[in-house]
């Protein structure tokens, strides 16, 4: 009798660091796009998923306000893969990262926000979450 030890599938994903992001004012003529303040880092491991795939999404809870869109929003992650350069979005979850098998040990991406700037948006501070879902079968 031969005995196979059994091993749970395990997802982890670290909390974004820093938390939260903040895009300073600018004249829109001579900066058309904002980078955020900070960069965001993210750390996700995928441990004895054997052959199949997982995914990192990221989704906005809404817009920032009626006249920003959320989806003015883009972001560029290092490395790629198996992270993947997206645009943010109130109503599809968006690839943020994929692959397939095991990430670990873990690995750690660096996003860049950034905000096209426009004359057209309201005045004021806003905000929105958003929230980055690991998941594998």
């Given at each position: 009798m031969e005995i196979q030890p059994t091993f749970a599938q395990t997802i982890t994903l670290g909390i974004p660091n820093p938390s939260s992001i903040t895009f300073n004012?600018?004249?829109p003529d001579l900066t058309p796009s904002l980078a955020a303040n900070s960069t965001v880092t993210l750390s996700i491991r995928v441990r004895n998923n054997g052959g199949n795939n997982w995914r990192l999404t990221h989704l906005a809870a809404g817009d920032l306000s009626s006249s920003i869109p959320?989806?003015?929003?883009?972001?560029?992650?290092?490395?790629?893969?198996?992270?993947?350069?997206?645009?943010?979005?109130?109503?599809?979850?968006q690839i943020a990262a994929q692959g397939v098998g095991n990430v670990n040990p873990a690995q750690t991406g660096t996003f860049t926000f950034r905000i096209v700037n426009l004359w057209s948006y309201n005045t004021g501070n806003f905000s929105v979450v958003?929230?980055?879902?690991l998941s594998a079968p």
């Amino acid at each position: 009798m031969e005995i196979q030890p059994t091993f749970a599938q395990t997802i982890t994903l670290g909390i974004p660091n820093p938390s939260s992001i903040t895009f300073n004012d600018a004249d829109p003529d001579l900066t058309p796009s904002l980078a955020a303040n900070s960069t965001v880092t993210l750390s996700i491991r995928v441990r004895n998923n054997g052959g199949n795939n997982w995914r990192l999404t990221h989704l906005a809870a809404g817009d920032l306000s009626s006249s920003i869109p959320i989806s003015n929003i883009s972001w560029t992650v290092t490395p790629q893969p198996p992270f993947v350069n997206g645009l943010m979005s109130k109503s599809v979850a968006q690839i943020a990262a994929q692959g397939v098998g095991n990430v670990n040990p873990a690995q750690t991406g660096t996003f860049t926000f950034r905000i096209v700037n426009l004359w057209s948006y309201n005045t004021g501070n806003f905000s929105v979450v958003t929230t980055f879902t690991l998941s594998a079968p």
